[in-house]
């Protein structure tokens, strides 16, 4: 059964830290970039950031910067997004999400994901 399953997101204070994970299953993770997207309270959902098939390409959206790093363990077929000097406006729902086709450098399309995780909530609230 394919799966994606994300963990590691929680109440933080501005200016902490989070890392999230996105567990992977059913798939061969090698083959497929992942994106990480969130959706706030009455927005629509947005990409974050995306990491190829191999890893050596990323992206980000200009709003994270700088402050989030993604990077994947293909062996642990675990994707991650680590989180540095939160704001209050980086509290969503944050999923990840897999490429529907192969080998392919990653962007922020949602119609391009076919499978979604079911999401982690990250406050930044003080």
């Known amino acids: 059964q394919l799966q994606l399953v994300e963990s590691g997101g929680g109440l933080v204070q501005p200016g902490g830290s989070l890392r999230l994970s996105c567990a992977t299953s059913?798939?061969?993770?090698?083959?497929?970039?992942i994106g990480w997207f969130r959706q706030a309270p009455g927005k629509e959902r947005e990409g974050v950031s995306c990491i190829n098939s191999n890893g050596r390409s990323t992206n980000y959206a200009d709003s994270v910067k700088g402050r989030f790093t993604i990077s994947r363990d293909n062996a642990k077929n675990t994707v991650y997004l680590q989180m540095n000097s939160l704001k209050p406006e980086n509290t969503a729902v944050y999923y990840c999400?897999?490429?529907?086709?192969?080998?392919?450098?990653?962007?922020?399309?949602?119609?391009?994901?076919?499978?979604w995780g079911q999401g982690t909530q990250v406050t930044v609230s003080s």
């Open positions: 999400a897999r490429d529907r086709r192969f080998f392919r450098l990653c962007t922020f399309s949602l119609k391009e994901y076919d499978y």
């Open positions: 059913g798939f061969t993770l090698d083959y497929y970039a």
